[in-house]
């Protein structure tokens, strides 16, 4: 049992790795929205893994937080801002497929090779969730930095936010207020993102974040 | 409890800090005198606090504990003999500087700027001197800097103090980081920072260093210590003259105390090298400050210079208690440290009276250039007899203070041969030397000042129509003088007074001075040497009454027959006289090419041609010009690379902290 709960444990947070990779090469906004639904589905069966294994039944609340807000609520009312500003169609390209996904496997050594040592004397499940929190981390910010689509760099930085929730509940004794603070803060802060993008694109007509360096005052 | 008493004088200035603004709204003729009186009696009160501390013995001293400041830390205050005797040198200033005030501020144009200020930099000097934890000290310290600058800024109109004032604040900014950098090396890993705490640790011997090092840059900036003095010279005479008094005489001497506090009595046992660092450093201001001020135009900033010098002669005393203290040779040690404190006292008080002489002379001339001056001894005689009285101490001449605190620290010097280490035996007689020159630079340099502002005729209609200060600030330089004299004529009761400090620091204490025969005092042993102020003071009374005598008897009624174009005044122009310039030529020409790489281009037109010969002199300021404008360099030319930063996409932003995270992590795998 023990074994079982360890290799199923590193299944979900491995799969929520594997997500992050197809979230990389996701250039259709639409299908990122999917696939952000999909790592978030990941994440909520994780952390409800580890409630069950750590038989700590307040992480059943996490997992029902993360199951509704990031898989259901997030991506339906992205969805239907994409189709309200019409960039459905837009298909990003920015850098090339291989040297990204390139990258983010060098970043999930490197947290690897960060972690492990790191980590060694904490109890295993929480060290290899925490290398592959980290990974899903780094993944999330390198999705940031190689969108330009200001939708692509919100879905990233909400993956970015499922790997630190994966991170909190492998290491045990995080309190529910702090995860449902988290969580709303979350909520709050997709809000105000979809807020500022519909005052983006009513000004400048794009959700391009380059097109708003383009208005800045002061550049040389 | 003095402590107690002190504690509620200084939160009494504070509070006259808070209302001097109201009263300058409400009533602009009273508020003035109201804010200075008041300042005027907290010193008072101050002083007596701490001349009880430091004469009445251990019942009037003590510490207390309020809980104010950082929560788990609360505000220690300490009343010991080394506060003591420094709260006297700066509220003895203080509250001389405040009865000046009290007629110089009259003179002010925008009280508004002054007044303010002036309470809550006495109640910021108060307080370095007071505290007992580093949060306090290092809280109090930035609010006296803070306060200065805003007296320094007092008259912003003008550029230039525009300028000293920004200098003034990166300087003091520095220096408090430096500071801070100290204590926080001083506290360890625990983060005690009460000082009695932070003296009960065992310190590691090159953490002292480095402690020591970092306060010769902070302690150092403020005190005026070449080559961080550069601000002084431009701020010091900036500030209005009573300001000018308390920075140059009383907020270097809380420098000072600072060193001494942190170097002596909390940083553990001194290594050798600690006084050849202080020692050299000491010698190069003495010399440097003083050959600075020989040049000066400006009377205040002359003085500012001086000051540098006598920071410099400070800090050689300091240096030699280093040494002696480190090879345990105590009574040496006292010595040094003794004559230390009692000439940053002195100090104190002559560079006070002398600024205030300056202020009597601007307010009455509106004039500081030297060269405009000249023939006030006729318009302002009480003023310039006063401030001849303060040249004659600061240029160390018997019978007046200065000479003690000199002698003393040169009767010191003569014990070095006693220490075991050959560097310090080579260097202790060259800072010596050094002392010897800065003295009789600094004599010759006030001779320049009083000659050429007090003497000869007045080169400027200014200094023709010049008038003599109020009685405010004639009575106040009369007190400082009259103590100048005291100091000089009868050191011992002050030196006395001075043993419980360093039986304090250096765990020794000089002889007890005894009152007969002659009011002499001894460094050492009677054997050895001694000096006797009350005797020169007789004799030279004596010699110059006689002289007095002698030439009125065979010269006075005598029948002169003189020429009509005597004593090489045939041109009743000002412009024929000897001028200041000329007076430091020689002085130049010996030290220019050394210190200033001066150079003097002479334009020789041909025969026939009719334009006018010229001498152009340039002079270099060599510690601007090798440290300070390479370092504002190198600033200005990464600010110019770093500016591409503001300027990025957001991606771009993103990915700096991307790159940044990765990084650290590669670090981290890689060391780990």
Not at chain 2, 427 to 448: E, K, N, T
Request: proline letters at 5%; aromatic letters at 10%.
């Amino acid at each position: 049992m023990e074994r079982f709960s360890l290799d199923a444990a590193h299944l979900l947070a491995g799969g929520m790795v594997l997500v992050s990779f197809m979230m990389l090469y996701q250039n259709r906004i639409l299908g990122l929205l999917n696939v952000f639904a999909a790592h978030a589905v990941v994440l909520s069966l994780s952390v409800a893994w580890q409630a069950y294994v750590q038989a700590a039944p307040h992480l059943f609340v996490t997992a029902a937080i993360a199951l509704i807000l990031k898989a259901i609520i997030i991506p339906v009312a992205l969805h239907h801002m994409v189709l309200r500003l019409g960039v459905h169609r837009d298909i990003e390209t920015v850098g090339g497929i291989g040297p990204t996904m390139l990258m983010g496997m060098g970043l999930v050594a490197l947290s690897m090779v960060v972690m492990l040592p790191a980590a060694a004397e904490a109890d295993p499940i929480a060290r290899e969730d925490l290398a592959l929190a980290l990974s899903v981390i780094l993944l999330g910010l390198l999705m940031m930095v190689t969108r330009q689509n200001a939708i692509s760099q919100v879905v990233g930085f909400m993956s970015l936010e499922n790997g630190l929730v994966l991170a909190a509940t492998g290491a045990r004794g995080m309190p529910l207020v702090v995860e449902i603070s988290v969580a709303f803060s979350v909520l709050v802060a997709f809000i105000v993102i979809g807020v500022f993008l519909f005052r983006i694109r009513e000004r400048f007509d794009t959700i391009d974040t380059q097109a708003l360096d383009d208005f800045r005052e002061g550049r040389e | 409890m003095p402590i107690a008493a002190a504690l509620l004088s200084v939160a009494g200035l504070a509070g006259v800090a808070v209302v001097a603004p109201i009263l300058v709204a409400r009533r602009k003729a009273w508020a003035t005198s109201i804010v200075y009186g008041a300042s005027f009696v907290l010193a008072a009160v101050l002083l007596l606090c701490g001349l009880s501390a430091l004469l009445g013995g251990s019942a009037f001293q003590g510490s207390v504990q309020l809980p104010i400041g950082l929560p788990w830390i609360g505000a220690h205050f300490v009343l010991d003999p080394l506060s003591a005797a420094f709260l006297i040198i700066v509220d003895f200033g203080a509250m001389i500087a405040s009865f000046y005030a009290i007629g110089y501020g009259a003179h002010e144009e925008e009280p508004g700027r002054v007044l303010p200020f002036y309470p809550a930099f006495l109640a910021g000097m108060n307080l370095v001197v007071l505290s007992a934890d580093a949060f306090g000290f290092l809280v109090a310290w930035e609010f006296m800097s803070l306060s200065s600058w805003a007296l320094v800024m007092a008259h912003h109109h003008d550029p230039e103090n525009r300028r000293a004032g920004y200098v003034y604040l990166l300087m003091a900014s520095f220096g408090t980081l430096m500071l801070l950098l100290a204590f926080g090396l001083l506290a360890g890993p625990n983060g005690d920072y009460a000082f009695s705490a932070i003296r009960s640790f065992e310190h590691i011997p090159w953490i002292s260093g480095l402690v020591l090092v970092l306060m010769l840059l902070g302690a150092g900036s403020k005190a005026g210590l070449a080559p961080l003095h550069v601000w002084l010279p431009l701020a010091h005479p900036a500030a209005p003259s009573h300001v000018s008094a308390l920075m140059s005489g009383v907020m270097t001497k809380v420098a000072v105390y600072a060193f001494i506090r942190v170097v002596f009595d909390l940083a553990g046992e001194p290594a050798w090298w600690w006084a050849v660092t202080v020692l050299t450093l000491g010698a190069g201001s003495a010399v440097l400050g003083v050959l600075h001020a020989v040049l000066q135009r400006d009377l205040k900033r002359l003085l500012a210079y001086s000051t540098v010098e006598n920071v410099g002669i400070v800090f050689i005393g300091l240096g030699l208690a280093l040494a002696f203290k480190t090879n345990d040779m105590a009574g040496a040690a006292a010595l040094a440290v003794t004559a230390s404190i009692f000439h940053a006292f002195n100090h104190s008080l002559f560079k006070s009276l002398l600024f205030f002489g300056a202020g009597n002379v601007l307010t009455g001339s509106g004039e500081r250039d030297i060269e405009k001056l000249g023939g006030l001894v006729h318009r302002m005689p009480e003023t310039a007899y006063l401030f001849l009285g303060g040249c004659l101490a600061i240029s160390a001449l018997p019978p007046l203070n200065g000479f003690v605190s000199e002698w003393l620290i040169l009767q010191a010097i003569l014990l070095s041969p006693d220490l075991p280490q050959w560097a310090l035996r080579f260097l202790v007689p060259a800072s010596g030397a050094m002392l010897a020159l800065a003295a009789a630079l600094a004599a010759a340099c006030f001779v320049r000042a009083f000659g050429i502002t007090f003497l000869s005729r007045p080169r400027s209609p200014a200094a023709e129509t010049a008038q003599e200060a109020s009685r405010w600030q004639i009575r106040a330089m009369y007190a400082l003088m009259a103590l100048c004299l005291v100091a000089g004529v009868f050191p011992g009761p002050f030196l006395d007074a001075l043993s419980p400090v360093s039986q304090s620091l250096v765990g020794g204490a000089m002889p007890k001075q005894p009152i007969l025969p002659h009011f002499s005092i001894i460094p050492i042993s009677e054997s050895r040497s001694s000096y006797s102020g009350f005797l020169v003071f007789f004799f030279i009374l004596m010699a110059s009454w006689a002289a007095i005598r002698v030439i009125h008897n065979f010269a006075s009624r005598a029948v002169r027959r003189a020429p009509p174009w005597d004593c090489g005044f045939p041109d009743p122009s000002p412009a024929t006289q000897y001028t200041a310039d000329s007076f430091a030529q020689p002085i130049r020409r010996v030290f220019g090419p050394l210190a200033f790489r001066a150079k003097i281009d002479q334009t020789m037109p041909l025969p026939g041609d009719m334009t006018p010969a010229r001498l152009t002199l340039s002079l270099r300021d060599l510690v601007w010009e090798f440290i300070y404008a390479p370092l504002e360099g190198a600033v200005l030319y990464a600010a110019e690379r770093l500016n591409i930063l503001q300027f990025l996409t957001i991606r771009s932003y993103l990915s700096l902290v991307f790159a940044a995270l990765v990084l650290l992590l590669v670090l981290v795998a890689t060391w780990a």
